[in-house]
């Protein structure tokens, strides 16, 4: 009874959160654990085998991390609601962290045409850090969804990992939807019906079509079929204490 009311107050807290954030009026941790060692960013994973790609929440005050880390390059993988990226991408100047924001949203989207290749670009800047040997990490907000979109395809690129794969381990179990029980309906709901069929489009084409990490380009966007009924959903992440 007591579980179940904690899990109910702290969905109000982030359903607030989420009301609050086009006014930036304050700021919500992830409650994905960090999986790198010595490091607490919330929702913080290494995504390549070779630790070369990273992926979190916003670093937000925690800039240090990157320092850390060795982090070279940084794509700022959201909108911009109340100033918050521009101060993001001063920071990173001050550490001389080269950085690439793309404005991707995550839900009204009206073209997918213009959203996968938000996806494609931001893939292209990860394979060009992964080439020049620089340490690149991705986020969103709480990095949990657009950043989960943008990590399962890049697993599922460089790895050939299959669609299934790549959604339970790098999108659900990093908090993707319900993966975060904690996440409103109001958002999973979004997160189903206007992310995960583009994720679904882009999937299907990468693995009917065999591209490859090397090969990705702008032509996988080209009259992408994203249909809105699918059987994918999440169930909570282990990743949760």
Known sequence: MFQNFVIKMKKI???LFLLQLTNGAFALSSPIKSTVDGFNLPNLHQVDREGLVYRSMSPD???????KLGI???????NQTRREVDKEILELSKLKITHLHIPFLW????DYSQACQQIVSGIQFIKRSIKQKKKVLFHCTVGEDRTGILSGL???LNESKSIED???QEMCEKGYGKGNPFKPYKVTSAIRSDLTPLFLAMAKRIAESKVTLSDINESLCHELKVESEHDFDCESSSLID
């Open 166 to 168: 790549v959604f339970r």
């Open 154 to 156: 890049f697993t599922m």
């Open 13 to 15: 807290f982030f359903g």
């Open 72 to 78: 070279k390059n940084v794509l700022i993988f959201k």
């Open 61 to 67: 005050k925690e800039m240090s991390v990157l320092q």
């Open 107 to 110: 839900k009204d989207i009206e």
